[in-house]
Each structure stands twice: as C-alpha cells, then as structure tokens.
T-cell receptor, first 107, second 115 residues
Framework: DAKTTQPTSMDCAEGRAANLPCNHS???????VYWYRQIHSQGPQYIIH???NNETNEMASLIITEDRKSSTLILPHATLRDTAVYYC????????FGAGTRLTVKP | EAQVTQNPRYLITVTGKKLTVTCSQN?????MSWYRQDPGLGLRQIYY???????DKGDVPEGYKVSRKEKRNFPLILESPSPNQTSLYFC??????????????FGEGSRLTVL
C-alpha cells in the first residue's frame, strides 16, 4: 500500500506562499493524492486532490511531479488562520493519516 | 446541511464499562470510517465500512467493535474500555464507489477518557 512521508513541521511568514511537500514514491497508477488539514482538534478538512495533473481551487494548488512520486501543496498567500496540521494521503488504498506537517504561519 | 454527527462529544468513563459512540451522516455515503488520534501519532484507522453490513479492520481494531446495519449509522463500540483507549475519536464518511473517490467528511470528534 502506498505510504506518504511529510516533514514534521514548517514555518511560513504571513502573506507568503507556503509550500508543503509530500513523498508518495510507491503510489499506484489509479491512486489519488489527497490533502487535508486539521486546525486544533477539529475534524480534518478536505483541501484538494489530484491524480496526475496539477489542480487548483479556492483554497490551494496541488503540484504533482510527472512520475507522481511526490507532490506539493501550495497555499499562495498564507494567513494566520492557515496554521494547522496538513495531511497528505493516498486513496483509495491508503486511508492512513500519518502525523502530517505542522504549519505555523507567523506574523 | 451535509454533516457527520458524533455523540457524545465528551465522555469520561471507568475501566470496563461498555460504551458506544454513535456516528451518523446525512449524505447517503457508502463509505464510513473510525479513527483515533493520539499525540504524535496522527490519525489511525480503527474500522471502516464500504457499505451496509460490510465492515473491515483498520490499523488499530483491538478493543473495538463496529456495526453497519443502516447506511447512515456507524457506531463504535467499546465493550470493555481500558485507559489506553483514552483518545480523540473521529468518524468520517465518503461517497464514490465504495469510498474510492470523493473527499472524506469528518465529524467534530469525540474526546473519550477512560479512568
């Protein structure tokens, strides 16, 4: 089953782009990359997902490498409210959420 | 409003006293799942269900039971709770073919303390 690897923590200055990497080197051809975030102890919130093309929505952009072994979530103009734990998971096989990346946006 | 509802949100109980955490979704989703979250360990899947009467173990099923008699409900049962089951629990649901696609919708969480 595909697993993901993410840095434990990252900092970002308010107003700057936050780039959160994820490694999923064992991903299979039919598996999607999903990103969620969790603010404090609330339920995780869906951000974006993709298969092989780059995706963008009102919250973020997702860049997937051509070999699909890694991806980057981009928050283009991070705000203090984006401080959260960000999870990258692979579906359908792997429903596991690891420890994620704790992003701290600083003033 | 589309939502996943868990009850109770907070519970303090004692070792061995059976309890049930309910989960209900109003989105007609086939897939439902339970997670527990502990400091430093992220979210770990306990059980999941692809559809009515179909359930499977996740990564940490020991000490838990589930049932899926109706599409909307997926209760988590702790037959004999122990202190190591003190945790924050989340229920989630998803649409798509057997939950293979579609985003996961999470409940607000149930914080359980077993003394």
């Amino acid at each position: 089953d595909a697993k993901t690897t993410q840095p434990t923590s990252m900092d970002c200055a308010e107003g700057r782009a936050a780039n959160l990497p994820c490694n999923h080197s064992t991903i299979s051809g039919n598996e999607y990359v999903y990103w969620y975030r969790q603010i404090h102890s609330q339920g995780p919130q869906y951000i974006i997902h993709g298969l092989k093309n780059n995706e963008t929505n009102e919250m973020a952009s997702l860049i997937i490498t051509e070999d699909r072994k890694s991806s980057t979530l981009i928050l283009p103009h991070a705000t203090l409210r984006d401080t959260a734990v960000y999870y990258c998971i692979v579906r359908p096989r792997d429903m596991r959420f690891g420890a994620g990346t704790r992003l701290t946006v600083k003033p | 409003e589309a939502q996943v509802t868990q009850n109770p949100r907070y519970l303090i109980t004692v070792t061995g006293k059976k309890l049930t955490v309910t989960c209900s979704q109003n989105m007609n989703h086939e897939y439902m799942s339970w997670y527990r979250q502990d400091p430093g360990l992220g979210l770990r899947q306990i059980y999941y269900s692809m559809n009515v009467e179909v359930t499977d173990k996740g990564d940490v099923p020991e000490g838990y039971k589930v049932s899926r008699k109706e599409k909307r409900n997926f209760p988590l049962i702790l037959e004999s709770p122990s202190p190591n089951q003190t945790s924050l629990y989340f229920c989630a649901s998803s649409s798509g073919l057997a939950g293979y696609t579609g985003e996961l919708f999470f409940g607000e969480g149930s914080r359980l303390t077993v003394l």
